[in-house]
């Protein structure tokens, strides 16, 4: 059985940065594209960037220049680096096997003063 479980959310003021983890288990990682959605308050989720298992990256215009997505396949472990960080960027965000229904269940990310 498939699993994901993200960590590294939390409180933190605009301009300020976190990095979120996102640990599978159960899955030949490197083989699979990933990839980061997130989820505002009283909003649909949305893709925010993804990586290929070759390691490609992609991100959704908002983020690009303050995010980055990597992944370590040996720790089976996925990141996203999040830099100068707005509060429209608070969300739930949840890590994703790209183009699957694998989703791990959240670290949420509060952007706030």
């Known amino acids: 059985q498939v699993q994901l479980v993200e960590s590294g959310g939390g409180l933190v003021q605009p301009g300020g940065s976190l990095r979120l983890s996102c640990a599978a288990s159960g899955t030949l990682f490197s083989a699979n594209a990933m990839a980061w959605y997130r989820q505002a308050p009283g909003k649909q989720r949305e893709w925010v960037a993804q990586?290929?298992?070759?390691?490609?990256?992609n991100y959704e215009n908002s983020v690009k220049g303050r995010f980055t997505i990597s992944r370590d396949n040996a720790k089976n472990t996925m990141y996203l680096q999040m830099n100068s960080l707005k509060p429209e960027d608070t969300a739930v965000y949840y890590c994703?096997?790209?183009?699957?229904?694998?989703w791990g269940q959240g670290t949420l990310v509060t952007v706030s003063s």
């Open positions: 994703n096997v790209a183009y699957s229904a694998i």
């Open positions: 990586i290929s298992s070759g390691g490609t990256t």
